[in-house]
């Protein structure tokens, strides 16, 4: 009863697959087109890609930072 719970490292694969996905599909929808029709600038499609995996790489160290964090706090409530 008193083990300590770690989740199974799928969880993180499936956590950043799935957020990916999620954030693929939203821009696909609606920025994408949104910025293709408007003819905007390059520099304004280059700011959108940087920002777009700026986010992406925040998501992936914050599953990194959760997965982690699931071993060492129910460690330390033994």
Do not use: Q
């Not at 770690?6 to 821009?27: E, M, R």
């Not at 499609?45 to 790489?57: E, N, P």
């Not at 959760?66 to 330390?76: F, H, I």
């Amino acid at each position: 009863m008193n083990t300590p719970f770690k989740p199974d490292a799928a969880l993180k694969v499936s956590l950043a697959v799935n957020c990916i996905l999620f954030l693929l599909l939203i821009l696909c929808c609606s920025v994408f087109p949104l910025l293709l029709a408007s003819e905007m600038s390059p520099n304004v499609l280059v700011l959108c890609a940087i920002l777009v995996i700026t986010l992406i790489v925040i998501f992936l160290l914050w599953v990194h930072l959760y997965y982690e964090s699931m071993g060492t706090s129910s460690a330390k409530m033994r």
